[in-house]
Structure formats: structure tokens, C-alpha cells
């Protein structure tokens, strides 16, 4: 970066309500929408309804977080072993403009497919702030129907 350079990006929030052990958790998704469309980063608060007050979680310790449209909920690693500790696995929430962006993007606009949504699935460990996308096995620009999760 040049001495005096600037970089600009747009950020976009989703916010998620999660019950895991009797909590009530605010998941706030924070995605970079600026160029490609990845998540950045999640916090984690615990709603307390009593005082309307939000306390930030640092640590979830053995629980992980599975985020979606459809449902979001909350397992532990000792039930699910090969599940993460301590992070929030997600699912793409631009579905929404997938057909949109896929349509009427100009020729030059659909080089990569990352410009659509549904590709934007990982996992996010709260630890060290590491995102890990999931593999995606095929180069399909359009994602339909739109990812969720099938849990035991």
C-alpha cells in the first residue's frame, strides 16, 4: 500500500438469534461486500432480557453455533466430536440476490462466481478469528436450492 493510500470496503451486517443452554445469543455476521462477497468476522452476545442489556461472548468453550436461513442452533462438541470448538459454522445469507446478480450482470461481471450468492460457507473460530470456507466439489455460478443444514 502507498504511503497515504486508502483502502475503502462496504461491510454488511445479519443478525441471528441462537438458544444454547438456556441462553439467548445475537449472532451478528459481518460480511466484506466490497469486490468479493466473504465473511469477515462474527460476534457473539448473550441478550440479557432482564436489564435489555447485550453482554459480548468471547468464548462459546465446547459449543459450536450452526447459522442459516432456515434454522440456527446450537450442538456441543461432546455429542458431535468431530465438530469445532468454540465456532460458528454458516451458510451464504446473499441467496436472496443470487438470480438477481446472475442475470443481469454484465458478461465481464460473471467471471467469478464468488459475484453470486450461496458459495460463502465455512466455519468462523471465535479462538482466532479464522474463517474457513468448505469446499465447493463444482463451479456452479447459481446455487438453488439455497444452502441449509441437515443435522442428526
Do not use: A, M, T
Given at each position: 500500500m502507498v504511503s497515504g493510500e486508502r483502502r475503502y470496503f462496504t461491510l454488511k451486517y445479519a443478525?441471528?438469534?441462537?438458544e444454547s443452554l438456556d441462553e439467548i445469543l445475537l449472532v451478528v455476521h459481518i460480511v466484506v461486500i466490497h469486490g468479493l462477497y466473504k465473511t469477515h468476522s462474527f460476534r457473539?452476545?448473550?441478550?440479557?432480557?432482564?436489564n435489555s442489556q447485550l453482554e459480548k461472548v468471547?468464548?462459546?468453550?465446547?459449543?459450536?453455533?450452526f447459522?442459516?436461513?432456515?434454522q440456527s442452533l446450537s450442538l456441543s462438541t461432546r455429542d458431535f466430536p468431530a465438530l469445532q470448538d468454540n465456532s460458528v459454522y454458516f451458510t451464504d445469507d446473499r441467496w436472496s440476490m443470487m438470480n438477481f446478480n446472475y442475470y443481469y450482470l454484465g458478461e465481464g461481471e460473471k467471471d467469478s462466481h464468488n459475484n453470486y450468492?450461496?458459495?460463502d460457507v465455512g466455519v468462523y473460530s471465535l479462538e482466532d478469528g479464522v474463517?474457513?470456507?468448505f469446499d465447493q466439489t463444482d463451479n456452479?455460478?447459481?446455487i438453488y436450492?439455497?444452502?441449509?443444514?441437515?443435522?442428526?
Open positions: 443478525s441471528y438469534l441462537v457473539v452476545f448473550k441478550v440479557n432480557v432482564k468471547e468464548c462459546l468453550h465446547d459449543r459450536v453455533l447459522l442459516g436461513g432456515n450468492g450461496g458459495h474463517v474457513k470456507l456452479r455460478q447459481i436450492p439455497p444452502p441449509f443444514w441437515i443435522l442428526p
